[in-house]
């Protein structure tokens, strides 16, 4: 299994990007995925998850309205939009597959190992 997240980079706060995590080993629709993120200091904490089948989405209260998860099941991709960026979102984000992804959800991921993650810094 390999997730290999990208996307991120240096941008002003209030500005927007979009991460990309291309999935191998196995597929978007058999679990739920979720992006996590561990800023400086701090522990790694889940924000959004997308269900299996695509239908559910959840977002800590943090980033709701702001962050959007989305899925390319083709290119077998999990996205992470990120709009109004703000310097607290300064982190190294990170996609895992998840056990469940409802409105409950703890994050618990599937695989011990982290795939690569992809660093993003807001400057204020």
């Known amino acids: 299994v390999q997730l290999q997240a990208s996307g991120g980079g240096l941008v002003q706060a209030g500005g927007s990007l979009k991460l990309s995590c291309v999935v191998s080993g196995f597929t978007l629709d058999y679990y739920a995925t979720g992006w996590f993120r561990q800023a400086p200091g701090k522990e790694r904490e889940g924000v959004s998850c997308?269900?299996?089948?695509?239908?559910?989405?959840h977002y800590v209260e943090s980033v709701k309205g702001r962050f959007t998860i989305s899925r390319d099941d083709a290119k077998n991709t999990l996205y992470l939009r990120i709009n109004n960026l703000k310097p607290e979102d300064t982190a190294v984000y990170y996609c895992?597959?998840?056990?469940?992804?409802?409105?409950?959800?703890?994050?618990?991921?599937?695989?011990?190992?982290w795939g690569q993650g992809t660093e993003v810094t807001v400057s204020s």
């Open positions: 895992a597959a998840i056990h469940i992804c409802d409105s409950e959800t703890d994050f618990r991921t599937v695989y011990p190992d």
């Open positions: 997308i269900s299996s089948s695509g239908v559910e989405t």
